[in-house]
């Protein structure tokens, strides 16, 4: 999808949409604006359900201050005034109070922005704008100030956060990154503390570059490919859905005969994929035309190791990964599926998928099929799609399951006796 092709007006409600059905605002709450070429703000209005706007509901501010519309624009209009006014490099801003990061505009704090490298690497560095009343002159004074010394991501106190960027896609993707990090913070430290990556690995992230891969030009799509294409798309969107990886990050692969196998492209909003966007690695080449996950040496490496693996995932989810930034194990010996699913969980360094892809395929068996890699994310590997996807979902409820019992009581694991009940029924040995 071309985001930049759709109508400002459209723009505000299709990312409206999305942050009001991921329980990121109430209906009330948030409001997000666009300045176009004109000078013309475009704002969401005020007192509308943002459960069902419409693209008539958008209110227009002129460059006179002249306000067109069916309503009134929402009240809090002033502060994106500033925002534009102080930083004429920002086109759009957005602004809202998802639980997580309330809590931590309330403490008046800011989350850890190196617990995951792409935090810092999106975010920039944070600013905290002193509390004003909602709507207040003195609001939009306190909030431009912060991007007039350069934040392109500001919390608010007691009052959640505002993001300015060159889009209102590029401002949701940081407001996105931001939640999750908090959602990771408010987990991690309900069971342990949470430790961020050096200034070393983060560098080594941001230097990451993509594999230079030669291109072919694929000679048609087997019926077989195309099914796994669909498949693919199907459980991207529901693992995104599920809110178990970000728009941008997240990566899915499945082998289509021998070593070639199809994964998600770099960069693309994981809400939107089509089949057409999938790429085919074959023979260690990447279908002309597309940018593969910089994650295809790595894929790669399996399936080269692992002819009974015919899927991957490398997803972030927030609470599994709160075991990924704490000292804390994750123990799957729960329940009788999270064993068998997921039987030994083990915890790999920073960095092990893409500094040494190989080492770390060779870590994966079917008694260890999933892994947590610290502060970057969980490795998932399966039979099928859905056996990878089935097993990253009971992943991530597990640790919530755990992550609850720390308000609860002490957890009692299944016994070494009734692990082996279990392995003997299931055929696991």
């Known amino acids: 999808m071309n985001f930049e092709m759709l109508h400002p007006a459209d723009q505000i409600v299709m990312i409206m949409n999305r942050i009001y059905y991921y329980a990121m605002t109430t209906t009330s709450g948030g409001n997000l604006s666009i300045i176009d070429s004109d000078g013309v703000v475009w704002i969401s209005p005020s007192g509308v359900d943002k459960g069902s706007l419409t693209r008539e509901d958008i209110m227009k501010i002129l460059p006179d201050g002249t306000i067109?519309?069916?309503?009134?624009?929402?009240?809090?209009y002033p502060f994106h005034l500033s925002v534009y006014k102080n930083r004429p490099d920002i086109k759009a801003v957005l602004h809202a109070h998802p639980p997580a990061l309330t809590a931590y505009s309330i403490v008046r704090k800011i989350p850890d922005l190196t617990l995951i490298p792409n935090a810092k690497l999106v975010l920039g560095d944070v600013a905290i704008a002193p509390y004003a009343v909602p709507g207040s002159t003195k609001l939009g004074e306190n909030i431009g100030a912060k991007f007039k010394e350069g934040f392109n991501t500001v919390m608010l106190e007691n009052h959640g956060v505002c993001i300015g960027a060159e889009s209102l896609f590029k401002a949701f993707f940081m407001f996105e990154t931001f939640d999750y990090l908090a959602r990771l913070q408010v987990a991690a430290q309900r069971i342990g503390t949470p430790r961020g990556i050096s200034q070393?690995?983060?560098q080594t992230y941001k230097n990451r570059t993509h594999p230079n891969l030669e291109s072919f030009e694929p000679n048609g799509y087997?019926?077989?490919?195309?099914?796994?294409?669909?498949?693919?798309?199907?459980?991207?969107k529901r693992a995104y859905d599920n809110r178990l990886f970000t728009s941008s990050q997240g990566t899915f692969s499945r082998r289509v005969d021998g070593n070639n196998f199809v994964i998600t492209p770099h960069g693309m909003d994981r809400e939107y994929l089509e089949p057409q966007d999938l790429v085919r690695i074959e023979n260690g080449k990447a279908e002309k035309g597309k940018l593969p996950s910089r994650g295809v040496p790595f894929h790669k490496a399996i399936y080269d190791i692992h002819?009974?693996?015919?899927?991957?995932?490398?997803?972030?989810p927030p609470t599994i990964m709160a075991f990924?930034?704490?000292?804390?194990?994750?123990?799957?010996?729960?329940?009788p599926e999270s064993y068998i699913m997921l039987?030994?969980?083990?915890?790999?360094?920073?960095?092990?998928?893409?500094?040494?892809?190989?080492?770390?395929?060779q870590e994966i068996s079917e008694s260890n099929p999933v892994a947590i890699i610290e502060n970057d994310g969980v490795l998932i590997t399966g039979t099928s799609l859905l056996n990878a996807f089935d097993r990253l979902e009971v992943m991530e409820y597990s640790a919530r399951s755990v992550v609850d019992t720390t308000n609860i009581g002490e957890i009692v694991k299944i016994s070494d006796n009734e692990v082996d009940e279990i392995e003997v029924a299931f055929n696991l040995k």
């Open 343 to 361: 039987r030994t969980v083990h915890k790999y360094p920073f960095g092990s998928t893409f500094m040494q892809p190989e080492k770390m395929a």
């Open 307 to 316: 002819p009974e693996i015919n899927a991957v995932i490398m997803a972030h």
């Open 324 to 335: 990924g930034v704490t000292e804390k194990e994750f123990d799957a010996r729960l329940i």
């Open 222 to 236: 087997s019926s077989t490919e195309l099914d796994i294409r669909r498949t693919m798309c199907k459980l991207i």
């Open 200 to 202: 070393k690995h983060l």
């Open 68 to 76: 067109e519309g069916r309503h009134k624009p929402s009240s809090e």
